[in-house]
């Protein structure tokens, strides 16, 4: 009987503990980014090792000024993970940023991505608020547990 329970869960069942990868048919852009977009759509390799992020590592881009107990957190989280949090505001002009933006597919409204090891987007976030990076911390364990 257990094992039935487990064959009809593993085809039948939906892991409720899923995180999404955007971009995988289209590619919607927002705002006046000018570049072409393959699909399935990753994040260039070149972009992410401009930033420093380490190859096959997942890595959360932050687009604006993170401050306050959102930072705090997001260090605590993270100090501890294989992972790559890039503060992308500090390195760079506004022309340079938003340039960036377009590369991550940033929509309007969030100012933060994940982008797994695969290089593959699964989320974006607007880190102004709690929420939002309560979301963002429950994503990370669940992209952890996969890999």
Known sequence: MPVLVFVFLKFFGKNK???????????????????????????????????HA????????????????NKTRLDNEMSSKKMNLILASGLMNEQELQRLMCIFVVPSGSNAVLVDGERR?????????RDETDRLLVELKILFNEY
């Not at 927002?30 to 399935?40: H, L, M």
């Not at 380490?54 to 107990?69: A, I, K, R």
């Not at 987007?121 to 608020?129: E, S, T, V």
Request: glycine residues 8%.
């Open 121 to 129: 987007i699964r989320g974006y976030y607007q880190l102004d608020g």
């Open 17 to 51: 503990f899923d995180i999404p990868v955007f971009h995988e048919d289209r590619v919607e852009v927002s705002g006046n980014c000018d570049q072409t977009y393959a699909v399935p759509y990753r994040v260039p390799r070149e972009s992410l090792l401009a930033l």
């Open 54 to 69: 380490v190859e096959g590592d997942p890595t959360v881009v932050v687009f604006s000024n993170l401050v306050g107990e």
